[in-house]
């Protein structure tokens, strides 16, 4: 179990620059000596996120504690982005189990065989699973979400146990597979958007993972795209899919508004 004073720590760490007086020796000591996974600083190498098994530390926490922290990151997003700080900091990406944009098979051309530049491909799907991450945030477990379905991992929600926990590897799998599952057919259903700025497909995609591929395909942000209305396409982005069970949430509000400038971003780079 890791000490308050060690979380406090981290924290500052994480936010402090490694000049700051805060990192003395002796603090340094204090903060190693409280937790093994700093025992070997990232930031010299010659540390492996994966030889503490962090997985097991979120998924012995309280529940309670732990249910008000993924509310904090779904509907708070300077939280997510301290959270997200302080964990890269102090155990490293891989923390985030370092998902790989893959096919099933292992191959790493995931948009290539829609027509996405062989240049830009494997970098546009990996900033997909990156953005994916993002949003929805890492619990190995199965869950309820805001409208009750059964979730697990990355808001992947096919295959769920209820009860059931996960390990790093299978969340990483959950990942790729469900982005993989729910960007083909947003691919196909918008053929245009293979030969679009990288962000505009990003944001495309990560909608299509939050949403679903169908409502996406059907949605008048697709028929946009579809008749080359590429601004209306990225404005609507931010005008629909922000509720559950018809209430707003803040989480939803805030994901589908940076969706839409990330896909006007993508326009306007692409106009130069």
């Avoid at 308050?4 to 805060?22: D, E, F, G, K």
């Avoid at 379905?149 to 790729?176: F, M, Q, R």
């Avoid at 059907?218 to 601004?231: D, R």
Wanted: charged share 20%.
């Amino acid at each position: 179990m890791i000490r308050r004073p060690v979380r406090r720590a981290h924290a500052l760490r994480a936010v402090l620059p490694p000049q700051s007086a805060a990192f003395t020796s002796e603090f340094t000591r204090a903060i190693r000596s409280g937790y093994d996974a700093a025992a070997s600083p990232r930031t010299i190498g010659n540390w492996s996120p994966m030889q503490t098994d962090f997985n097991q530390l979120i998924s012995t926490a309280n529940p309670r504690m732990r249910a008000r922290v993924r509310d904090l990151i779904r509907n708070f997003p300077p939280f997510a982005r301290a959270v997200n700080g302080i964990v890269a900091f102090t155990i490293g990406r891989g923390s985030r189990f370092q998902s790989l944009a893959t096919l099933p098979d292992g191959t790493p051309d995931m948009l290539i065989g829609y027509g996405v530049s062989s240049d830009t491909a494997q970098e546009t799907a990996q900033q997909g699973i990156n953005t994916v991450e993002q949003y929805e945030g890492y619990v190995p477990e199965a869950y309820r979400d805001p409208v009750g379905i059964w979730t697990k991992c990355y808001g992947d929600t096919t295959h769920v146990t209820p009860g059931a926990k996960y390990s790093a590897e299978e969340c990483a799998k959950s990942l790729n597979d469900h982005f993989i599952e729910t960007s083909e057919p947003v691919m196909r259903c918008v053929p245009d958007l293979a030969h679009q700025n990288p962000k505009i497909i990003v944001a495309f995609l990560d909608m299509a993972y939050n949403i679903g591929p169908t409502a996406f395909c059907h949605s008048s942000i697709a028929k946009y795209a579809n008749a080359g209305e590429w601004a209306a396409a990225c404005t609507r982005m931010s005008e629909i899919y922000k509720t559950a069970k018809g209430e707003p949430l803040p989480g939803l509000e805030v994901r589908r508004n940076q969706e839409s400038e990330m896909c006007l971003q993508g326009l306007a780079e692409a106009r130069k």
